[in-house]
């Protein structure tokens, strides 16, 4: 769905509010101060605060379903090549959407809000439907194992990215790197998540391996 600047710039504002403040915690009229609009150009827009979540999560899945149904028609690439993209966009998404993510994350812990786990559940379920479309294009091109657990591939990918996002304070200590410039650290951090996640992905889903 193509959203207008004014779309934009109240989804942008609802995920910074959600991410630190909860969904619960977070008002329409929050949202529309921090915003610079009026509560009813929100109702125009969205229709209500969990209207607008879904569109939120709607927005962030749509890039990754885009990049599939490419990557799919892309005949230059290996299947094996294929995910190794997808692996690299997977971080830098999360690198570059925190606030989304931490809302992710968040809301599946405290798990009071039975609308949100629903999204995140109907989002979860997209994605694996777009990345299994990848993985048996693999299978068909015999180029990966006829049995691959696309859940546990994709936790192993998400729960790897976010679980050192979490805890990148404490990767900077055990591994003496807190004089190390903030841009630096993030491109280290990158690198080094893309290694390890490839390295994975290569032995899970290649016959060689």
């Keep these: 769905m193509n959203y207008s600047d004014k779309q934009i710039q109240i989804l942008t504002t ?10 619960d915690g977070t008002s329409v009229r929050d949202i529309a101060d921090e915003a610079g609009v009026n509560i009813a150009m929100i109702s125009y827009y969205f ?19 885009m990049q599939i149904e490419s990557l799919l028609h892309n005949e230059q690439m290996s299947s094996l090549q294929k995910m190794e993209s997808l692996v690299d966009s997977y971080i830098e998404r999360v690198m570059q959407k925190q606030q989304f993510f931490k809302i992710m994350m968040c809301e599946q812990v405290i798990n009071k809000n039975p609308a ?9 379920k997209r994605n694996i439907e777009s ?19 696309v859940l546990l591939l994709m936790n192993t990918l998400i729960g ?20 190390v410039p ?28």
Excluded: P
């Design 47 to 65: 229709g209500s605060k969990e209207k607008l979540m879904e569109a939120l999560f709607s927005r962030r899945s749509e890039d990754i379903n």
């Design 182 to 209: 903030q841009d630096q650290f993030f491109e280290q951090i990158k690198q080094k998540l893309s290694i390890h996640i490839k390295f994975l992905f290569k032995a899970l889903l290649n016959y060689e391996a």
């Design 131 to 149: 990345i299994t479309k990848l993985i048996k294009d693999g299978q068909q091109k015999k180029e990966f194992k006829k049995k691959v657990d």
């Design 14 to 23: 609802a995920e910074r509010l959600f991410s630190s403040n909860g969904f």
């Design 160 to 179: 790897c990215i976010t679980q050192t996002m979490l805890t990148l304070e404490y990767y900077q200590e055990f591994n003496d790197l807190q004089n």
């Design 116 to 124: 949100i786990i629903k999204l995140i559940g109907e989002m979860k």
